[in-house]
């Protein structure tokens, strides 16, 4: 997907929401257990729920590993799903990966050849020769860990570096940039520390950060959105949780719908408002 | 695997080796083809082949996540014959994984319940909280990466934190030391960056290490034992490429034992010289 067909999308739906598929099999409800595949199925109706509201989906890949070889076969159902029936969806893996670069390499196969998704989140410790692989993949994203939602980011992302009068998140991301381009390139930013958004902008004014912690973990939507928003919006605001354990019944997917509603109204506005 | 016993393994088999399976579908012998899972036929021929004089395998889960779910049932065969046929064995899983608290649990269970690996490596950007959920797993280990062996460990790993006096990659070993023990948490440290091992063993004389790099790579075994060597040994040394495709005929695995006997052989004299 690119740049371009990204922005497009978000101005037609007013909504920059990524909906996070954490679909924890313990945590869908009860009467799925009856499908062949019950994570699958919550997924396609979460999905067909709301898909008309969310610019982005973003299965985090550990809730699949988690069940081996059946949960595997969830994830590559529910990204063959949304890849078949709705395109324009930014399809994001979640997958926090990076090794040595024929490795890199290895990883970048099985999200965006094995299966087709549009961006994959990276981790930048092992530096440039772990990301570059992913990005030689033509209109594909990558989504490096800059500054994380976690309590554990403040143990070394804020490590402060002299020479470069930087942390080391910012290290991260001022080094990062020089590997791709904003067309191929995003960063991680937790709506939990939306106070360096500013800082973060002065950086990157251009490139389209991925800000989870919207939700269960406490971030403000409208905070991210004064510090973060760009003239292309600049935003994809993840929620997972809060949005698809809403309802725990037979109308879970509705419950799912009404509270992305929520969240695309209060995007709608914050885009007239801001954009 | 507990740490004695993994002492007691080096010194029964004179080795502190770790076979890297890196299997790559298309590079393993082509007559494999014809087996319903060649990978697996792979693996098992090489362990086979090699497992009195290795005290470690390490599939890097790159190379099976990058074929889908055949893949996964490719390693999810390696580490039941493994577990199997020789319970001896320390297993890693090479995954890198790291991601906030709930999430890193999954992880967790994926390679310490769903499989049954001893040891998983993880990446440390997201701090505490990211590698906790591993050290709650008994005689299990969570192996860090510290100084990596790829040139993109000169990115970011050696950025001088001045306030506390130190490299980033002796700060993430001397904070992730607080948060498990000796018995729980290893480190990774590439065998071509063997000048830093010094260093390393002030902040850590006693935790093992997962040492990569010797062979394709290039790091040498004799500066890693020099510089790395403790009173237990305290090393893993891995190699992949150079043993588990030393050959490419019907006598693969063969091929493969003598280069491992080789590297065994070095290792036995090297134990003998410095333990």
Redesign the interface.
């Known amino acids: 997907m690119k740049f371009s067909e990204l922005t497009v999308e978000i101005v037609k739906k007013q909504s920059f929401l990524c909906i996070g598929l ?1 679909s ?1 099999i313990n945590k869908i409800p009860e009467f799925l257990m009856k499908f062949d595949d019950p994570v699958f199925e919550f997924n396609k109706q979460i999905i067909d729920a709301t898909h008309d509201l969310a610019i982005a989906y973003k299965p ?1 890949i ?2 699949y ?5 059946a949960g ?2 969830s994830l ?1 159902s529910t990204v063959s799903y949304l890849n078949d029936n709705y395109p324009d969806i930014l399809l994001i893996a ?1 997958a ?6 024929n ?2 390499k ?2 970048a ?2 999200f965006f ?3 087709d998704f549009d961006a994959i989140t990276v ?9 570059e692989p992913f990005l030689e993949f033509k209109d594909r994203w990558v989504i490096v ?1 800059g500054l ?10 804020f ?6 009068n930087a942390y ?1 998140y910012e ?2 991301i001022s ?1 990062t940039i020089k590997w791709g381009t904003k067309e191929n390139t995003m960063f991680v930013v937790g709506a939990t520390k939306a106070e360096h958004l500013k800082r973060i902008r002065k950086l990157i004014p251009d490139h389209f950060l991925l800000v989870p912690g919207v939700g269960v973990q406490g971030g403000s939507l409208d905070e991210v959105v004064r510090n973060g928003m760009n003239k292309n919006c600049g935003l994809i605001v993840n929620s997972s949780r809060g949005i698809i354990f809403a309802g725990n019944g037979q109308n879970f997917a509705e419950d799912a719908r009404l509270k992305t509603l929520e969240l695309q109204q209060q995007m709608s506005g914050l885009l007239k408002k801001y954009l």
Chains 1, 2 share one sequence.
């Not at 590993?65 to 070889?69: A, D, F, L, Q, T």
């Not at 410790?125 to 772990?130: L, Q, W």
């Not at 994380?148 to 992302?157: C, E, H, P, R, V």
């Not at 490590?159 to 470069?164: I, M, Q, V």
């Open positions: 954490d924890d985090n550990a809730f590993e988690s069940r081996g070889v595997w076969k590559e979640d926090k990966r990076g090794d040595i670069g490795t890199s290895e990883y196969k099985a050849s094995q299966m981790a930048p410790y092992m530096g440039r020769d772990s990301v860990l994380t939602s976690n309590l554990g980011a403040f143990d070394f992302q490590n402060w570096l002299a020479e470069d080391l290290k991260v080094e």
